[in-house]
């Protein structure tokens, strides 16, 4: 199967460009990367990616998520929190000291079409962010393994 990327407005391509918008981000997100299968309609990307500062204080631990109970929702053991929700999402909270960001963390968000597994959507989301990680200097404050997140248990 083919891929592409496509440019749309509030999205880069490439990764020196996220990089410097993650650490300039005045918004609410950073789009990354709309990736369409060749044999699908250009209006809805297969695959993309977003990234957000968010304070840390805002984020819930799993345990006490109301995302917790819903056996759609998958969690891992990565970062400060990660998850799937249904068939389309994944999340991963890391942190990462850049300058002018502290009390927050990161978090990387992955939207694609339905039928990926949510261990697959996590393995995506992991190599991305830690790539990310590694360009902003925090990948070893992040928890990001490069081995396959696993399942928590519940």
């Known amino acids: 199967m083919e891929f592409f990327t496509t440019q749309a407005p509030g999205y880069v391509n490439d990764l020196p460009s996220l990089l410097e918008a993650i650490r300039n981000l005045d918004g609410y997100e950073q789009g990354f990367c709309r990736i369409h299968a060749a044999s699908v309609d250009l209006g809805v990307p297969n695959l993309r990616f977003y990234f957000r500062w968010e304070p840390s204080h805002l984020v819930v631990a799993e345990e006490d998520s109301d995302l917790w109970d ?26 990462c000291g850049v300058a002018g960001r502290e009390g927050h963390l990161l978090t990387a968000r992955l939207h694609m079409k339905p ?20 360009g902003l200097g925090c990948l070893e404050e992040s928890g990001l393994s490069d081995s396959s997140p696993r399942e928590m248990d519940r």
């Open 115 to 134: 039928g990926a597994e949510p261990d697959e959507r996590m393995v995506l989301l992991n190599s991305l962010s830690r790539s990310v990680a590694e």
């Open 70 to 95: 819903d056996p759609a929702n998958v969690f891992y053991d990565h970062g400060e929190k990660a998850l799937t929700l249904g068939e389309n999402d994944a999340f991963l909270y890391f942190s």
